[in-house]
């Protein structure tokens, strides 16, 4: 004999940026509604006072799929809802069984999403909120992964640059000349003082002529004299 269902209503929610589709299942009188909300806080709000007022005893469980990590938090507020977070792929197996195409349809996926917590809640593990120094810890982790992904797109549109407008400089320096900071060898350039013996000109002229040797027998470079009659 089946055990009775651990809940009065399941819910499916799928979220994309601008919207979030629900599909709530009844299990005492076996009605579904499907329906769509802003995915504003003050709408998400809204809706979730409307589905208190009208199953007010009601024990609900949601799913979604992860990642979701602001509407979590969001949804964990709620004590009388139990939150089932699962991964994307196993949404993407259970969607399979029933139907052939592999096209995304988010009114279909809150349904499959409801279906899932409906016939497999104990395969399933409900979501336990963390404690404060694990979520702050996870608010780190995330801040660092968009300092990383930023840092590789500067180096990236970097390099592009490098490419179109100087590209022996990744010649010379390989594919790191885009974050090389100063100083490095090949981009100091020591200067002289008002006074300096003539002996340390020499020694900077030697280290000049050095230099334009070394670049002038380089396969992406070439230096010419100009005449002086080519000068305006």
Request: proline share 8%; net charge negative; aromatic share 6%.
């Amino acid at each position: 004999m089946n055990a009775p269902h651990p809940y009065d209503v399941v819910i499916g929610l799928d979220r994309s940026d601008a919207k979030a589709d629900l599909h709530l299942i009844n299990l005492h009188t076996g009605q579904h509604r499907s329906q769509t909300v802003d995915t504003s806080p003050e709408a998400l709000c809204q809706w979730l006072l409307e589905l208190r007022q009208q199953h007010p005893q009601a024990r609900v469980a949601l799913c979604l799929e992860q990642p979701a990590v602001h509407l979590v938090p969001f949804l964990e507020a709620y004590a009388w809802l139990t939150l089932y977070p699962i991964n994307p792929l196993t949404l993407q197996k259970y969607r399979e069984a029933f139907v052939t195409s592999r096209a995304k349809d988010d009114s279909k996926d809150a349904y499959y999403l409801a279906e899932l917590l409906l016939s497999h809640h104990e395969q399933l593990k409900p979501w336990a909120p963390e404690d404060s120094l694990t979520r702050a810890l996870q608010q780190l982790v995330v801040h660092r992964r968009a300092v990383v992904d930023e840092r590789t797109a500067l180096t990236n549109r970097l390099q592009a640059l490098l490419k179109q407008y100087f590209p022996q400089a990744l010649n010379l320096c390989g594919e790191d000349a885009g974050t090389a900071p100063a100083g490095q060898p090949g981009f100091a350039t020591p200067t002289l003082r008002v006074g300096d013996p003539p002996a340390a000109i020499q020694r900077r002229g030697a280290g000049d002529q050095a230099e334009r040797g070394h670049l002038s027998h380089s396969p992406s470079l070439s230096v010419r004299q100009v005449p002086a009659s080519e000068f305006p």
